[in-house]
């Protein structure tokens, strides 16, 4: 087991794609039963304990996935903060080598690794599912450690946080489409989705309720079925930003808005449930100056953060909990607005929200 200290300087190169990098704590482990790189990466507890998920990914080597766990870890110390919640930001990657298939004893295993990592830290992180993570796996955690959350309901969890995931982007969504048109009704509007895994099939579902035009991609082929079942156009991944639309939805792993892609967007705004979608901080400039409205990612999918923190306590009020997640609209307005008023990009907009709540702490 390998604790990294907060020094930058002891850190692989590879953190130097962070910026400013300030990570509390940052675990790095061999699982002793899975053989896998596990990491636990320890932003911030400035608000409370840390919360975010854990991914298991593919990845050419760890430093990668180390990478990996260093921007998402920060973006979830600026997406709890921005949501008002009592929590730090954190994150749990585990590295799946290129080419790998876990075995469902070995996805066991690694659960149990993790339980361990996070039970190591003595209560500075929480996790629950992310990409590739499930609440039945979360249970294999709570093995482990007492410090995870969104286990299935019939184990006394709350479930799947998609659900609200996917409710944030909605409502994101209304408040994007009232900033350029003055109305939040996705009807007759040209949306694409690239990505329907948990959230983004949940989001095509309820949009195509909404009464909107669905252009869809994913890189597994079997999400076609979704698409015909709710007649949505197919497109190949590679070609979902180069439709002609109202809004771009990118609802798969991060980094998709490169300056190639920003360059070829044919879109008037662009609002998703992906993590991390820029992949560089001056794509946040070149949206703007391309005139396409970015509601910035950390904002829109902090749906899945707000109901964890809020339905695993005892006297959990779900009613409340909807109207928080609901309220991701009312800051986008909000960072929209001041965007304007400014001149600055939306990311600087939603980046000071989320800072005035730190240093409030």
Not at 169 to 197: E, K, M, N, Q, Y
Request: charged share 20%; hydrophobic share 45%; aromatic share 4%.
């Amino acid at each position: 087991m390998t604790l990294i200290d907060t020094a930058p300087a002891s850190l692989p190169d590879v953190a130097a794609s962070v910026p400013d990098f300030d990570h509390e704590r940052v675990l790095v482990v061999t699982g002793r039963r899975s053989g896998l790189t596990i990491i636990v990466a320890v932003h911030s507890t400035r608000l409370g304990q840390a919360l975010g998920g854990c991914r298991v990914w593919q990845y050419d080597d760890w430093q990668d996935a180390l990478a990996d766990a260093l921007r998402l870890s920060a973006a979830m110390t600026l997406k709890n903060a921005a949501a008002g919640l009592a929590r730090g930001g954190g994150k749990a990657v585990i590295h799946v080598p290129r080419g790998t298939v876990l075995t469902e004893e070995g996805r066991h295993a690694a659960m149990l690794d993790l339980g361990d990592a996070v039970e190591s830290l003595d209560g500075a992180y929480m996790t629950a599912e992310d990409v590739g993570t499930s609440a039945e796996l979360m249970a294999i955690v709570a093995l482990r450690t007492a410090h995870v959350c969104g286990l299935p309901p019939e184990q006394g969890g709350v479930g799947e946080p998609a659900d609200a995931t996917a409710s944030g982007v909605f409502a994101a969504i209304g408040s994007t489409l009232d900033a350029l048109d003055g109305s939040r009704d996705v009807a007759g509007r040209h949306i694409v989705i690239s990505g329907l895994g948990q959230v983004g099939g949940r989001l095509a579902r309820a949009l195509t309720a909404g009464g909107a035009r669905l252009t869809v991609t994913d890189v597994d082929t079997s999400k076609k079925a979704l698409a015909a079942e709710l007649g949505a156009h197919w497109v190949e991944p590679a070609d979902a930003h180069t439709v002609n639309a109202d809004l771009f939805v990118p609802c798969g792993l991060g980094g998709a808005l490169s300056s190639r892609v920003i360059d070829e967007l044919r879109v008037r705004g662009v609002v998703g449930a992906a993590n991390n979608q820029l992949a560089s901080r001056d794509g946040a400039r070149r949206l703007a100056d391309r005139g396409i409205l970015w509601a910035p990612d950390f904002v829109v999918n902090g749906g899945g953060v707000i109901y964890l923190d809020g339905a695993s306590t005892g006297d959990a009020d779900l009613d409340a909990i909807e109207l928080r997640v609901l309220a991701i609209g009312d800051t986008v307005t909000e960072i929209f607005r001041e965007s304007a008023a400014d001149g600055t990009t939306t990311l600087e907009a939603a980046e000071r929200i989320a800072e005035a709540r730190l240093h409030a702490a």
